[in-house]
């Protein structure tokens, strides 16, 4: 399991990113949130999350509040 805060938010386009603790950038859907609601979220909150890997790169999945 991964740690991050949530570096942005594209509120109505539901996605953001994550900047992990070696300051890399991953990308998370809203569908990836596990007992979150992506209207609670807000940018600098950290959460915990697995990398799985997508034709456009990595990306979060279980992203969970920390």
Sequence with gaps: MNTGKIKKL?????FGFISDTDGREVFFHR????????????????V??????SDKGPRAVNVRIA
Aim: charged residues 45%; negative net charge.
């Design 10 to 14: 594209v509120r109505d386009r539901g």
């Design 31 to 46: 569908n990836a949130l596990v007992e979150a609601k992506f209207e609670d979220l807000t940018e600098e909150q950290s």
């Design 48 to 53: 915990s999350y697995d990398i799985e890997k």
